[in-house]
């Protein structure tokens, strides 16, 4: 075992007494802060060279057992590569007063091989010497196993965009919105229409500089995956996010945790001030002399309330009405009370510290957002200087019995103004009395006068104070325990058992040994209240002794935390199980499926994961409304739990999104496949009965992707190839099952490869134009198509069928439409100043994307502007399919182009949904049928009598018919039969270049 150091080996390394009082405060401390944030705590007293732990520091530290441990067994209780660190780290603390953080790993012998951090500062006496080192001890192991998995999240984020609960979007390299899926534009409050292709800074200016904002610039600098939580005003909304940098920019997530982060301020503030009240209580319990209550008020303000800086002003009665500093703890705080002017005079400046108007007034003073106030007075510019946020002014008295005031200053705006306010000004009236109490004390200079002021400022207090003797009979019983536990101080007073309190006595007797063993204990206890109602309490025992040292007394002080347990279970149940359907959420499947998977390998057992996806419940949502949604959520998960075994796990994975887990299945393939199948029958089964929603019966189907699994299954990879087999469910008529096939995950593979390719495509300029000819029955040339070809470097050239679809779907067609309408202006501009094509128009076929942007209308005009062509020569190809939804915006955008000259086409007419009481309203001027029915014409019935209406129905409508897709002058003459004078197909000649298409013009043949 490494030697202690010196300063740790010696008590004649320090010279000052030990302050007993200090110490036992010391580890008050520590036992408050393992009770909140779950840590042992430790204490070593170097003169005595005695080690104090509590039970959590303890047990990780394997001493337990040891009746008197120093700080040899300290060290050794550490792995041996660990001593040396750290006794070192314990003898730069003793000599210099250096603290110390560090993560090291305990002895296997003593701590099982765990990994912990500790914590370590110096304790001084009054006068700043070092008497002891004190700290806390906390179990990290988790976190290091958690840091070994962390590189399997990456294949997690692969996940279905649109179908997932949080919202997702990504930017490029400029910053600019390349999507967002549906939950983004709900938590943003914009379409997506509106943001993309547009810079993230600018339409979210508010961000910049922020958290958000560094930390993106962060991921793509460093090429590493970020996290973080930010607040975004704008929205009024907490939102936690997680960023991942590829070549293309940053893919974002994040979610809505508003909730939550209210949940957890609630409960921090409610901590923070039950505990800043109970330590304060005890501080006016202790105190001796009022500037020390004033110096430890302050200190536990700012060390154990979390405020930035407080300090105690009294009201002096002098000329000017000034106001003193009494005591003050923080960072900041002295220079700060220098330079503001402290006044409690009527005539006092517009720009002094609003401490003197609470003076004045006699009320407290709360300003929840010191940014709110006016920048320009100099007390507000020197508070938010310091970083300062927030503050509260609390009188100290009332009436004319008003001395002075208590000032708080907070990091952090205050969320409940109000009722922290109120909690605060509680602690300022316990002040104010404690102060008084403690004037009274010193005029009388009489032991009964000190008892009975001491009595009464217990009975003030907000916490229950009980003392009781060794034979736990109750000597004193104040006024808050009487309302607490319901009984009145002459019911209890004298009593011992006899008085029902205490649930657990076993725990009240382990507690008093406790306390006589080191002179203090603190913890959680059942205790029950008069009218039998059980509550739980925080309670701080003290050892009362006689003058010769002999222990004569405990006393409690006991704090209700009965709402705060409920709040933190309330709390824990949120974050493992779904509001709506009370099932297991995400996060709860992904352990309990690590934990089937590790019994997997054990037991020889395999395991299957179901993907249920709800067939159009999107369509529900929108006819019957979001609560008749949930409604049906609710009753779906009632049927899954019933379709199950009850060892199975049925959880919602998010929106109409659930997973069941099947475990115990056979270690045959074969067989387990077999059973999993029945299992998902049974599932399309009890979905298919019909729901009764608003007391009418509604049939719903749900489409499932199944996959099995065994022991080294990766969790990320399981949810993918259930979600892929679903959607192949889905895509094959839905209200099916359908197990994985690795051929789904190579086509996936290849179309993201695909997509990535077509996202640089653009820039790496492997896009060109052919154009088609256009002819009429007298073989003249009147124009022709514009069609978009890709030639890949690897690839070749990719058929358009492949990549527009793709384009259509990711986004892309945005950017790749206007290439290809400036691209088409620019050659109808060329051809415009030639004689031989002057006359000619192109077509641009426009995609449903294009049509439904914004800015549609005047990216047209702007691509017609910068390359000089006429809008007379441009013709725009919509399909009727673009046409379906919202055709009052369609008919604007188009009627607002066709006065600029511009021309439409209803592009393969016939396949889609017309509706003759829109299509006479369309400003259109040619119907084009559709290639499909001019292939059939001479062999179907059906297809030469729908050619035949749709060339009837343009001559109705005064509109021209343009036949696509000719290829035989048989077809050719067919259509001229039916009165279809302008034609455009292979027939004539194929697709090409601009330069070929000129040698056409000019009776070359096509090549």
């Not at 945790?257 to 409960?267: C, M, N, P």
């Not at 382990?510 to 204990?521: I, K, N, P």
């Given at each position: 075992?490494?030697?202690p150091?010196?300063?740790?080996?010696?008590?004649?390394?320090?010279?000052?007494?030990?302050?007993?009082?200090?110490?036992?405060?010391?580890?008050?401390?520590?036992?408050?802060?393992?009770?909140?944030a779950?840590?042992g705590?430790?204490a070593?007293?170097?003169?005595?060279?005695?080690?104090?732990?509590?039970?959590?520091?303890?047990?990780?530290?394997?001493?337990?057992?040891?009746?008197?441990?120093?700080?040899?067994?300290?060290?050794?209780?550490?792995?041996?590569e660990?001593?040396?660190?750290?006794?070192?780290?314990?003898?730069a603390?003793?000599?210099?007063?250096?603290?110390?953080?560090?993560?090291?790993?305990?002895?296997?012998?003593?701590g099982?091989?765990?990994?912990?951090?500790v914590?370590?500062?110096?304790?001084?006496?009054?006068?700043?010497?070092?008497?002891?080192?004190?700290?806390?001890?906390?179990?990290?192991?988790?976190?290091?196993?958690?840091?070994?998995?962390?590189?399997?999240?990456?294949?997690?984020?692969?996940?279905?965009?649109?179908?997932?609960?949080?919202?997702?979007?990504?930017?490029?390299?400029?910053?600019?919105?390349?999507?967002?899926?549906?939950?983004?534009?709900?938590?943003l409050?914009?379409?997506?229409?509106?943001?993309?292709?547009?810079?993230?800074?600018d339409?979210?200016?508010?961000?910049?500089?922020?958290i958000?904002?560094?930390?993106?610039?962060?991921?793509?600098?460093?090429n590493?995956?970020?996290?973080?939580?930010?607040?975004?005003?704008?929205?009024?909304?907490?939102l936690?996010?997680?960023?991942?940098?590829?070549?293309?920019?940053?893919?974002v997530y994040?979610r809505?945790i508003?909730?939550?982060?209210?949940?957890?301020l609630?409960?921090?503030?409610?901590?923070?001030a039950?505990?800043?009240?109970?330590?304060?209580?005890?501080?006016?319990?202790?105190?001796?002399?009022e500037?020390a209550?004033?110096?430890?008020?302050?200190?536990?303000?700012?060390?154990?309330?979390?405020y930035?800086?407080?300090?105690?002003?009294?009201?002096r009665?002098?000329?000017?009405?000034?106001?003193s500093?009494?005591?003050?703890?923080?960072?900041?705080?002295?220079?700060?009370?220098?330079?503001?002017?402290?006044?409690?005079?009527?005539?006092?400046?517009?720009?002094?510290?609003?401490?003197?108007?609470?003076?004045?007034?006699?009320?407290?003073?709360?300003?929840?957002?010191?940014?709110?106030?006016?920048?320009?007075?100099?007390?507000?510019?020197?508070?938010?200087?310091?970083g300062?946020?927030?503050?509260?002014?609390?009188?100290?008295?009332?009436?004319?019995?008003r001395?002075?005031?208590?000032?708080?200053?907070?990091?952090?705006?205050?969320e409940?103004?109000?009722q922290?306010?109120?909690?605060?000004?509680?602690?300022?009236?316990?002040?104010?009395?404690?102060?008084?109490?403690?004037?009274l004390?010193?005029?009388?200079?009489?032991?009964?006068?000190h008892i009975?002021?001491?009595?009464?400022?217990?009975?003030?207090?907000?916490?229950?104070?009980?003392?009781r003797?060794?034979g736990?009979?109750?000597?004193?019983?104040?006024r808050?325990?009487?309302?607490?536990?319901g009984?009145?101080?002459?019911?209890?007073l004298?009593?011992?058992?006899?008085?029902?309190?205490?649930?657990?006595?076993?725990?009240?007797r382990?507690?008093?040994?406790a306390?006589?063993?080191?002179?203090?204990?603190?913890?959680?206890?059942?205790?029950?209240r008069?009218?039998?109602?059980?509550?739980t309490?925080?309670?701080?025992?003290?050892?009362?002794?006689?003058?010769?040292?002999?222990?004569?007394?405990?006393?409690?002080?006991?704090?209700?935390?009965?709402?705060?347990?409920?709040?933190?279970?309330?709390?824990?149940?949120?974050a493992?199980y779904?509001?709506?359907?009370?099932?297991?959420?995400?996060?709860?499947?992904?352990?309990?499926?690590?934990?089937?998977?590790?019994?997997?390998?054990?037991?020889?057992?395999?395991?299957?994961?179901?993907?249920?996806?709800?067939?159009?419940?999107?369509?529900?949502?929108?006819?019957?409304?979001?609560?008749?949604?949930?409604?049906?959520?609710?009753?779906?998960?009632?049927?899954?739990?019933?379709a199950?075994?009850?060892?199975?796990?049925?959880?919602?994975?998010?929106g109409?999104?659930?997973?069941?887990?099947?475990e115990?299945?056979?270690?045959?393939?074969?067989?387990?496949?077999a059973?999993?199948?029945?299992?998902?029958?049974r599932?399309?089964?009890?979905?298919?009965q019909?729901?009764?929603?608003?007391?009418?019966?509604?049939?719903?189907?749900?489409?499932?992707?199944?996959?099995?699994?065994?022991?080294?299954?990766?969790?990320?990879?399981?949810?993918k190839?259930a979600?892929?087999?679903?959607y192949?469910?889905k895509?094959?008529?839905?209200?099916?099952?359908?197990?994985?096939?690795?051929?789904?995950?190579t086509a996936?593979n290849?179309?993201?490869?695909?997509?990535?390719?077509?996202?640089?495509?653009?820039?790496?300029g492997?896009f060109?134009?052919?154009y088609q000819?256009?002819?009429t029955?007298?073989?003249?040339?009147?124009?022709?198509?514009?069609?978009?070809?890709?030639?890949?470097?690897?690839?070749?050239?990719?058929?358009?069928?492949?990549?527009?679809?793709?384009?259509?779907?990711?986004g892309?067609?945005l950017?790749?439409?206007?290439?290809v309408?400036?691209t088409?202006?620019?050659?109808?501009?060329?051809?415009?100043?030639?004689?031989e094509t002057?006359?000619?128009?192109?077509?641009?076929?426009?995609?449903?994307r294009?049509?439904?942007?914004?800015?549609?209308?005047?990216d047209?005009?702007?691509?017609?502007?910068?390359?000089?062509?006429n809008?007379?020569?441009?013709?725009?190809?919509?399909?009727e399919?673009?046409?379906?939804?919202?055709?009052?915006?369609a008919?604007?955008?188009?009627?607002?182009?066709?006065?600029?000259?511009?021309?439409?086409?209803?592009?393969?007419?016939?396949?889609g949904?017309?509706?003759?009481?829109?299509?006479?309203?369309?400003?259109?001027?040619?119907?084009?049928?559709?290639?499909?029915?001019?292939?059939?014409?001479?062999?179907?019935?059906?297809?030469?009598?729908?050619?035949?209406?749709?060339v009837?129905?343009?001559?109705?409508?005064?509109?021209?018919?343009?036949?696509?897709?000719?290829?035989?002058?048989?077809q050719r003459?067919?259509?001229?039969?039916?009165?279809c004078?302008?034609?455009?197909?292979?027939?004539?000649?194929r697709p090409?270049?601009?330069?070929?298409?000129e040698?056409?013009?000019?009776?070359?043949a096509?090549?």
């Amino acid at each position: 075992m490494t030697a202690p150091h010196p300063s740790l080996d010696s008590p004649a390394a320090t010279t000052a007494p030990t302050d007993a009082a200090a110490m036992a405060a010391g580890a008050a401390l520590l036992r408050d802060a393992a009770g909140l944030a779950q840590l042992g705590g430790w204490a070593l007293d170097l003169p005595r060279r005695r080690l104090r732990c509590s039970a959590g520091a303890q047990a990780l530290l394997g001493l337990a057992a040891l009746p008197a441990p120093g700080p040899e067994q300290l060290i050794g209780a550490f792995a041996p590569e660990w001593r040396a660190r750290i006794g070192a780290a314990l003898a730069a603390c003793a000599d210099e007063g250096r603290a110390f953080d560090e993560e090291m790993e305990l002895d296997g012998g003593a701590g099982g091989g765990l990994w912990v951090r500790v914590l370590g500062e110096a304790a001084r006496d009054a006068r700043q010497r070092i008497t002891g080192l004190r700290g806390a001890i906390q179990d990290i192991s988790g976190q290091k196993h958690f840091q070994v998995r962390a590189g399997n999240l990456e294949n997690r984020l692969t996940a279905t965009l649109e179908s997932i609960t949080d919202a997702f979007f990504t930017l490029d390299r400029d910053w600019r919105f390349s999507y967002l899926n549906r939950t983004a534009e709900r938590l943003l409050q914009r379409e997506r229409a509106d943001l993309l292709g547009r810079m993230v800074w600018d339409e979210f200016k508010e961000a910049v500089g922020g958290i958000s904002y560094t930390e993106y610039h962060r991921a793509l600098r460093d090429n590493c995956a970020v996290e973080f939580v930010e607040y975004y005003p704008p929205l009024a909304r907490w939102l936690e996010g997680r960023a991942y940098p590829s070549g293309d920019g940053l893919a974002v997530y994040f979610r809505d945790i508003s909730d939550r982060k209210r949940a957890e301020l609630a409960l921090q503030r409610s901590n923070r001030a039950i505990q800043l009240l109970s330590r304060c209580n005890e501080a006016l319990i202790r105190a001796s002399t009022e500037a020390a209550l004033l110096e430890r008020i302050c200190r536990i303000a700012v060390d154990a309330g979390g405020y930035r800086m407080a300090w105690v002003g009294y009201a002096r009665h002098d000329a000017g009405r000034s106001v003193s500093v009494e005591a003050h703890a923080g960072a900041g705080g002295l220079e700060f009370l220098r330079a503001v002017q402290l006044s409690w005079a009527d005539d006092a400046p517009a720009d002094a510290c609003p401490a003197g108007r609470t003076i004045r007034s006699g009320l407290p003073l709360a300003l929840p957002d010191l940014t709110r106030e006016d920048p320009a007075l100099f007390w507000v510019a020197r508070a938010l200087a310091q970083g300062w946020r927030a503050g509260a002014y609390l009188p100290l008295g009332r009436g004319e019995g008003r001395i002075g005031v208590l000032v708080l200053y907070a990091d952090a705006v205050f969320e409940d103004g109000a009722q922290e306010l109120r909690l605060l000004q509680e602690l300022a009236d316990n002040l104010a009395f404690g102060v008084d109490n403690l004037r009274l004390r010193e005029e009388q200079r009489r032991v009964q006068a000190h008892i009975r002021d001491q009595a009464s400022l217990l009975d003030k207090a907000r916490d229950a104070i009980i003392v009781r003797d060794l034979g736990q009979r109750v000597l004193y019983w104040n006024r808050s325990a009487e309302r607490l536990y319901g009984w009145a101080a002459d019911e209890v007073l004298g009593a011992a058992p006899a008085v029902p309190l205490d649930e657990d006595a076993g725990a009240v007797r382990a507690a008093t040994a406790a306390v006589l063993a080191s002179g203090d204990w603190s913890g959680e206890m059942r205790r029950r209240r008069k009218d039998g109602a059980s509550l739980t309490v925080e309670a701080r025992w003290t050892l009362v002794c006689e003058d010769d040292g002999r222990p004569k007394a405990i006393m409690s002080i006991d704090t209700d935390i009965t709402q705060r347990k409920a709040a933190e279970r309330e709390i824990k149940y949120l974050a493992f199980y779904d509001a709506l359907t009370g099932l297991p959420n995400r996060r709860l499947l992904q352990d309990r499926l690590q934990h089937a998977m590790a019994l997997c390998g054990r037991g020889r057992h395999a395991g299957a994961l179901l993907f249920i996806d709800l067939d159009n419940f999107k369509t529900l949502n929108d006819t019957l409304g979001h609560e008749q949604g949930d409604v049906l959520l609710r009753q779906v998960a009632q049927r899954l739990q019933a379709a199950v075994y009850e060892s199975d796990t049925v959880a919602r994975f998010g929106g109409d999104e659930f997973v069941v887990m099947v475990e115990n299945l056979s270690a045959d393939v074969e067989r387990a496949a077999a059973q999993t199948k029945l299992i998902g029958e049974r599932i399309l089964l009890a979905l298919n009965q019909p729901f009764l929603l608003k007391g009418s019966e509604h049939y719903s189907t749900c489409s499932i992707g199944a996959t099995l699994f065994e022991r080294r299954a990766d969790i990320g990879e399981l949810l993918k190839r259930a979600d892929l087999a679903m959607y192949q469910a889905k895509a094959g008529g839905r209200n099916a099952l359908l197990f994985f096939d690795p051929a789904m995950q190579t086509a996936v593979n290849v179309r993201v490869a695909l997509e990535a390719d077509l996202r640089q495509a653009l820039q790496l300029g492997e896009f060109y134009l052919h154009y088609q000819p256009q002819l009429t029955d007298a073989g003249r040339v009147t124009g022709a198509e514009a069609l978009v070809r890709w030639r890949h470097p690897q690839r070749g050239v990719v058929s358009p069928a492949d990549f527009i679809p793709l384009a259509e779907e990711s986004g892309l067609i945005l950017a790749l439409g206007q290439w290809v309408l400036e691209t088409a202006c620019a050659q109808l501009a060329r051809w415009a100043g030639r004689p031989e094509t002057a006359a000619l128009s192109v077509a641009v076929n426009v995609s449903a994307r294009q049509l439904r942007h914004p800015a549609f209308v005047a990216d047209v005009l702007a691509a017609l502007r910068r390359s000089g062509a006429n809008p007379a020569r441009l013709k725009l190809e919509l399909t009727e399919s673009l046409l379906v939804d919202n055709v009052e915006t369609a008919i604007a955008k188009m009627t607002a182009l066709k006065e600029q000259g511009i021309g439409f086409s209803l592009d393969d007419f016939g396949t889609g949904y017309s509706s003759l009481s829109y299509l006479k309203r369309l400003p259109l001027e040619q119907l084009k049928i559709d290639q499909s029915f001019v292939a059939d014409a001479l062999g179907d019935a059906n297809s030469a009598a729908i050619a035949r209406t749709i060339v009837a129905l343009g001559q109705s409508l005064g509109l021209s018919v343009m036949a696509e897709g000719v290829e035989t002058a048989a077809q050719r003459d067919f259509l001229l039969g039916l009165g279809c004078h302008a034609y455009q197909g292979y027939l004539f000649s194929r697709p090409l270049s601009a330069e070929h298409f000129e040698a056409f013009l000019c009776g070359a043949a096509p090549p």
